[in-house]
């Protein structure tokens, strides 16, 4: 096996594991593409949400403002039964307060997990540019195929070449054959013109005697 037949045969191993390469970059690239596309609807819905909680800790805040007010009314309530009757909305205020602060809480989780659906998403923009650069492979064996393609295509024309220099060849001695059977020819030609003349000598000579 000689040298070009070795190389064609590594570019055609080349090319099939290029093929395989492709085919699941392919698959990769589906599945990621899915998963971001699900990653983005459930960001932008906790981006709706958190929005939702930040105007609702503006609220919390102002009702905080006034719980701390009304606890100031609690220690004036014995005063009057109006203030009494504040100082029970004062307590309803209070639990309001504290589910303020359970919504606090969940914004900060639901921050946090938005923070961890960007990092996803980081790793899976690298696996997008990994698909990519898989792509760009397979688009190389291709190259590479038909590279190997051409080099078979050149085998047969250089086989094609060395047959046509043997016909040359061949050519070339019936050429000289062919030279040789017109000097026979003419050497043919010349004994006959001889042997005639040789004739004639002898009949001449028969005429003198």
């Known amino acids: 096996?000689?040298?070009?037949?070795?190389?064609?045969?590594?570019?055609?191993?080349?090319?099939?594991?290029?093929?395989t390469l492709q085919h699941t970059a392919t698959r990769t690239a589906t599945r990621t593409a899915t998963h971001?596309?699900?990653l983005q609807h459930t960001a932008t819905h906790c981006n709706t949400y958190c929005n939702t909680l930040q105007h609702t800790a503006?609220?919390?805040n102002t009702l905080q403002h006034t719980a701390t007010h009304c606890n100031t009314l609690q220690h004036t309530r014995t005063h009057s039964d109006t203030l009494q009757h504040t100082a029970t909305h004062c307590n309803i205020l209070q639990h309001t307060t504290t589910y303020c602060n359970a919504l606090q809480q969940a914004k900060i989780v639901c921050c946090s997990v938005l923070q961890c659906a960007a990092v996803c998403c980081s790793v899976l923009q690298c696996v997008a540019v990994c698909c990519s650069v898989l792509q760009c492979v397979a688009v190389c064996c291709s190259v590479l195929q038909c590279a190997a393609m051409c080099c078979s295509v050149l085998q047969c024309a250089a086989v094609c070449?060395?047959?046509?220099q043997c016909v040359a060849v061949c050519c070339s001695v019936l050429?000289?054959?062919?030279?040789?059977?017109n000097v026979l020819q003419c050497a043919a030609v010349c004994c006959s013109v001889l042997q005639c003349v040789a004739v004639c000598c002898n009949v001449l000579q028969c005429v003198a005697v």
């Open 175 to 181: 050429q000289c054959v062919a030279v040789c059977c």
């Open 1 to 19: 096996m000689d040298c070009f037949s070795i190389i064609i045969h590594i570019l055609q191993h080349t090319a099939t594991h290029c093929n």
């Open 58 to 60: 503006t609220y919390c």
């Open 161 to 164: 070449c060395s047959v046509l």
């Open 36 to 38: 971001c596309n699900t």
